[in-house]
């Protein structure tokens, strides 16, 4: 027998399958990690095919030394996902494996939590006086023992040492049990199961048609409080009544635990969850659970779509257009590639939900490609909530140079005094967004990063938000000499101040990165809000969305362009979401909400059709900007980075590969839309500089994109080259 295995090193020139001859008296099983010997060392691989024959001579086939699990790692459908991902993100195979098996179960580090329960034996008991009189910590482990029978040999082991534990089990004085535990991460949040509730209609016709699977790629197309949530769940329950499980993907940011619960409270310990947040060991854990079966619906974030899951009945993408799920890190994917794989393997539904689809799935759906099912209604009938767009510009000229319009300060000391809730929302952190020079313009910016920094009053402090350095505040200009330093533009943290002045009464949350470093503080921040009357909210687009706090009545967007302006050719569509999801937060209970909307640009288009909640108009409007332009889902448009530790390699290398480009669409002519060599907006970021060529091309011509990998394939011991395909942002 013969086994063709990919060796976990991620370099390009080792990205190939090599054979090896399995050992005669182990049973080697696809899909499982191997130890194998390569040149003169021995490194960790996995299975990909196990066959009879082999092209090698036999003199060339070396043996593979042992299985280093004894069982696989990976199920058959995720072959299936391999080929998808190769083919399409060109990513190495190791790469992907790294995707497949989290790094917790396979750098074998992180066991089932074994407890060792602790006790005297009978024999320690009739002994006691046995121990030497100087040995003191073993008197008092045993003593202490006598009083507590069953302790956990680490909690034993911290109070005496561990030697003196090991020293006592050796003489055979105290013995133990072992238990194995799992870890479950929430777990104090587990609560009674709830009995699912009564669909309406509309719901049952979503359910149904999901369940009828005419198509198997479904887009819930459904107002915020329209009931997605319950179609999801009741499409979970018929998978598990027939046996079968189910991925529920999140965004990141709505991972709360005010989700888990939901879910956890309809289907019980069934649950995992996979985030971010987890430990190691809980993350093991929880990987395990599902990999053996003890738990069927994997609810997480965009990892999630990994989860080792047999017998798949249901995939869910709740909010599918949030950005998170596409990954923007090596290895680059989106979620939907292999959520479409592992549906068709295992001919399941998959469902994408969300009020604001992105353009390119909604004309998916237009074209037939998805099944379109449309909640246009909210369950409790509340109409959605009215918003008023105010004109900034106005205000500043009658003189109010201040962040909050009159009118949202008119509706906000209402709200408070009728003891409601209120969110404000403000895309950017920090006390205000720059320090700047007055006389002579000079902005504070990062030294490894070509951003400026931002200030943040807490710690005094200057800090690069995509680098994380800090740096003193300026006390004077260090390009003219002048003290003329002023602050920028204002951020969630000089908002929160504001508001306790105008409102010294009202208690004032603020969340942000800043405010949640922490694992649990996202969760505290929420539910002290949740119980608080009245009180307001200020945070950065982590308010917006997902969080269902019935009280809440008044939302302000305070500067809703921020999104506009990102050359970007999303930014219409990324403005429309936001503005809906943030909307969507008020009045989700029996009291209206209402919207107040601040802008300089109130006549923009984007502000008209999101203030009468016309996702089909803007759709249409932007599907023809995109037609006309050439923008996709008309095309692909391709960046090649180049960063590098000094400018001119980056600078070099860039100018090779656009003239390579050139000659690319010399042989392609019709395919190229558009071909640009540029320094990125970002010229500099973690102290790399940054370049690169931007690239229109055919959406179909898939020779085309094959050959601008290959291109980009480089290999340049000072520069580093990565293709990507329609990026979620060119700065
Ligand atoms: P969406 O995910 O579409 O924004 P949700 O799933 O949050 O909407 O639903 C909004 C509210 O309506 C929730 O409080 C939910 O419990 C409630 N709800 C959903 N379906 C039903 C139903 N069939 N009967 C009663 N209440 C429902
Ligand atoms: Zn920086």
């Not at 809440?552 to 809703?560: C, E, H, K, P, Y």
Request: hydrophobic fraction near 35%; include cysteine; charge should be positive.
């Amino acid at each position: 027998m013969f086994a063709e295995v990919v060796v976990d090193v991620s370099t390009n020139s080792l990205d190939k399958i090599f054979d090896y001859e399995c050992p005669k008296n182990i049973e080697i099983l696809l899909g499982q990690r191997v130890l194998v010997p390569f040149g003169r060392q021995t490194i960790e691989g996995y299975v990909l095919n196990l066959k009879e024959t082999t092209e090698l001579q036999p003199n060339q086939v070396k043996q593979i030394i042992k299985p280093l699990d004894d069982f696989s790692l990976i199920l058959p459908e995720m072959f299936d996902v391999i080929r998808e991902l190769k083919q399409e993100y060109k990513l190495r195979i190791i790469d992907i494996l790294h995707l497949i098996v989290p790094s917790q179960i396979r750098n074998g580090k992180v066991k089932q939590q074994v407890v060792k329960n602790c006790f005297l034996t009978e024999y320690g008991l009739e002994n006691l006086d046995q121990i030497k009189s100087n040995a003191k910590n073993q008197i008092q482990a045993c003593a202490y023992l006598r009083t507590i029978p069953n302790c956990d040999f680490t909690k034993l082991a911290t109070k005496f040492g561990n030697q003196t534990i090991n020293t006592l089990i050796s003489k055979g004085y105290i013995a133990f049990n072992e238990t194995k535990s799992f870890r479950a991460p929430m777990q104090d949040i587990s609560p009674e199961i709830e009995a699912d509730l009564t669909l309406t209609d509309l719901q049952q016709k979503a359910v149904d048609t999901i369940l009828s699977k005419q198509n198997l790629f479904n887009l819930l197309f459904g107002v915020t409080g329209s009931g997605k949530t319950e179609v999801y769940m009741q499409v979970i329950r018929e998978a598990l009544k027939n046996n079968q499980t189910a991925i529920m993907l999140v965004p990141e940011i709505s991972l709360t635990p005010k989700t888990v619960k939901q879910f956890r409270s309809r289907f019980g310990d069934l649950v995992a969850v996979l985030h971010s947040g987890l430990s190691d060991g809980e993350k093991f854990d929880e990987w395990f659970r599902l990999y053996n079966g003890t738990a069927k619906i994997a609810v997480g974030a965009r990892s999630a779509i990994f989860a080792p899951l047999k017998n798949l009945g249901a995939i869910i993408i709740d909010e599918e257009h949030d950005g998170s799920y596409q990954s923007e890190s090596n290895p680059r994917y989106e979620t939907i590639t292999v959520a479409k794989a592992r549906a068709k393997y295992n001919d399941c539904p998959l469902v994408l939900g969300s009020a604001t689809p992105t353009i390119e799935t909604f004309y998916n759906a237009q074209m037939g490609n998805y099944n379109l099912i449309t909640l246009d209604k909210r369950i409790n009938k509340m109409p959605l909530p009215k918003m008023d767009i105010v004109d900034m510009c106005q205000e500043f000229r009658s003189g109010n140079t201040s962040i909050f319009s009159g009118q949202l300060l008119n509706e906000m000391s209402k709200a408070v005094n009728n003891n409601e809730q209120i969110m404000l929302f403000l895309n950017r952190r920090g006390f205000s967004s720059y320090q700047m020079c007055r006389e002579c313009g000079y902005v504070a910016k990062c030294t490894d990063c070509d951003v400026s920094l931002v200030y943040h009053k807490e710690d005094n402090l200057l800090k690069c938000h995509y680098c994380g350095k800090k740096f003193k505040p300026l006390t004077k200009c260090p390009s003219c000499g002048k003290t003329t330093i002023k602050l920028g533009n204002t951020g969630t943290e000089k908002i929160e101040e504001e508001l306790q002045n105008l409102f010294p009464q009202t208690k004032v949350f603020r969340m942000d990165n800043d405010t949640t470093t922490t694992k649990s503080s996202h969760a505290k921040i929420l539910s002290e809000f949740e119980k608080t009357k009245p009180a307001i909210l200020v945070g950065t687009q982590m308010i917006a969305k997902g969080h269902d706090f019935p009280m809440v009545t008044l939302v302000g967007l305070l500067d809703a362009d921020l999104s506009l302006f990102y050359c970007d050719f999303k930014a219409n569509e990324k403005t429309y979401q936001l503005v809906t999801q943030v909307a969507g937060r008020a009045g989700r209970a029996e009291k209206e909400g209402k919207v107040v909307l601040q802008t300089f640009f109130p006549k923009h288009y984007v502000y008209n059709f999101c203030t009468n909640y016309d996702y089909l108009r803007f759709y249409n409007k932007e599907i023809n900007l995109r037609q006309t332009a050439q923008f996709p889902p008309f095309s692909k448009i391709i960046r090649v980075l180049v960063t590098a530790e000094e400018d001119d390699p980056a600078k070099l290398l860039t100018h090779e590969l656009f003239l390579k480009f050139k000659d690319l669409r010399v042989k392609y002519p019709n395919d190229f839309i558009f071909l640009e060599a540029m320094r990125s907006p970002h010229a500099k970021i973690k102290r790399k500089y940054r370049y690169q060529v931007l690239m229109r091309v055919s959406e179909n011509n898939e020779k085309l994109i094959e050959e601008i990998f290959e291109i980009s394939n480089v290999i340049n011991n000072k520069a580093t080259v990565f293709v990507e395909v329609n990026p979620q942002n060119l700065s």
